[in-house]
Every structure is written in structure tokens, then in C-alpha cells.
């Protein structure tokens, strides 16, 4: 079992719904929680960076950390095409390795 | 200001060959990252500098790779021998030193072994 699971997808959905990106982990020592959006051809873009449990809202953008159930989502509302991108979640631990634990990324299309 | 920035953007080369990827990172991260990303794979970490130093290169796949990082900033990342295995976009990531910082990443290289 991977350290973190992330459906590839693709995940495709109409424009204007809300979509909800996934991953599990099995660390229980995860405490901060990442997750960045890749436009093809491009870098990871850092979207979201959390610590612990509970939520943060940025935008249209929530991110949702349930450390019990060693699950994290990256919800969006009012989808554009603009998000289609593959978005990775990371991780890491409060005096771990400086190198955090990436997902393999969840492939989004928007389509209008 | 100004992101982490990478060159070349593409690179096509014949096997054999060795090639240098240069990163500059954002001013004032002191730590400075490696990864490769092959198509459809996912983030494959390489090395990891703090300042000047790398604690950690468990990541590199032979001795054929190699990097180093100067005066705290630019890093370069270096093939020899070049194999057509080695095809792959190469991302370069900085942070500021502590532990548990989000990693701001450049647009890679695309290096294209012939």
C-alpha cells in the first residue's frame, strides 16, 4: 500500500459543479496537508497548504482534512473549465522528512 | 516576485550525451528540491539541498546524475551518459529552510533523450 492514494481519474464533470478531489493516507504522523494544481506543461501551483484537522476556504477553493479517518479533499465550487488540470495533494510530518509525500494526482476536466 | 525559474525548457539530445538543467530558485529559500515526472507517472523525488549542503540524495536513480548548488541559490542538475530512459520533465522546488514548508516549483525541463 502506497504511503498516499490518489485516484488518477480522469474525473469529468459539467461546468458549474462542485467537484471533490480525494486522498487517503496510511501516516499517522501527517500533519501538514498540500495540494497543488498542475496545468499541463506547467509546474505544480500551490493552492492550498493546511495544518491538523478542520477546514480552509480560499475562493471557490475548501480544503478538508480528517485526520481520524486519514482522509483529505479539495472541494471546488462553481467549476470553470479554467480548472481542468491534474491536482496532487502532499504531505508531511512535524519533525519528519524535509521531503514531503505526494499523491499521483487526480486528472480533472471541466468540460462547458 | 519572481518564481522559481528553470532552463532550458526543452531539451532534445542524442543518447550518450550529458546535459546540464539549471534551476534558480525563489530569493530567500534556502532549501532547494529535484524531481522527475514521467508521463502519466507521479513525482519522483531526486535530491534535496539545505543552503549549499544536500542531507538528502537517497533519490537519484544512478551516478550518472549528479547536482550541486552554489552560493545558496542556483542549483544544476547534471546527466552524463545520457539514456533514453532518462526522458522525462525535470521539476526543480524551493521553500524557505524549516521543516514542513510548501514547496513553491518551477515549469521543469523537458528532456528528450534521442
Known amino acids: 500500500q502506497k504511503e498516499v492514494e490518489q485516484d488518477p481519474g480522469p474525473l469529468s464533470v459539467p461546468e458549474g459543479a462542485i467537484v471533490s478531489l480525494n486522498c487517503t493516507y496510511s501516516n499517522s504522523a501527517f500533519q501538514y496537508f498540500m495540494w497543488y494544481r498542475q496545468y499541463s506543461r506547467k509546474g505544480p501551483e500551490l493552492l492550498m497548504y493546511t495544518y491538523s484537522s478542520g477546514n480552509k476556504e480560499d475562493g471557490r477553493f475548501t480544503a478538508q482534512v480528517d485526520k481520524s479517518s486519514k482522509y483529505i479533499s479539495l472541494f471546488i465550487r462553481d467549476s470553470q473549465p479554467s480548472d481542468s488540470a491534474t491536482y496532487l495533494c502532499a504531505m508531511s510530518a512535524v519533525g519528519g522528512s524535509y521531503i514531503p509525500t505526494f499523491g499521483r494526482g487526480t486528472s480533472l476536466i471541466v468540460h462547458p | 516576485g519572481a518564481g522559481v525559474s528553470q532552463s532550458p525548457s526543452n531539451k532534445v539530445t542524442e543518447k550518450g550525451k550529458d546535459v546540464e538543467l539549471r534551476c534558480d530558485p525563489i530569493s530567500g529559500h534556502t532549501a532547494l528540491y529535484w524531481y522527475r515526472q514521467s508521463l502519466g507517472q507521479g513525482l519522483e523525488f531526486l535530491i534535496y539541498?539545505?543552503?549549499?549542503?544536500?542531507?538528502?540524495k537517497s533519490g537519484l536513480p544512478s551516478d550518472r546524475f549528479s547536482a550541486e548548488r552554489t552560493g545558496g541559490s542556483v542549483s544544476t542538475l547534471t546527466i552524463q551518459r545520457t539514456q533514453q530512459e532518462d526522458s522525462a520533465v525535470y521539476l526543480c522546488?524551493?521553500?524557505?529552510?524549516?521543516?514542513?514548508?510548501?514547496?513553491?516549483f518551477g515549469d521543469g525541463t523537458r528532456l528528450s533523450i534521442l
Open positions: 539541498f539545505q543552503g549549499n549542503s544536500a542531507p538528502d
Open positions: 522546488a524551493s521553500s524557505y529552510g524549516e521543516r514542513n514548508q510548501p514547496q513553491h
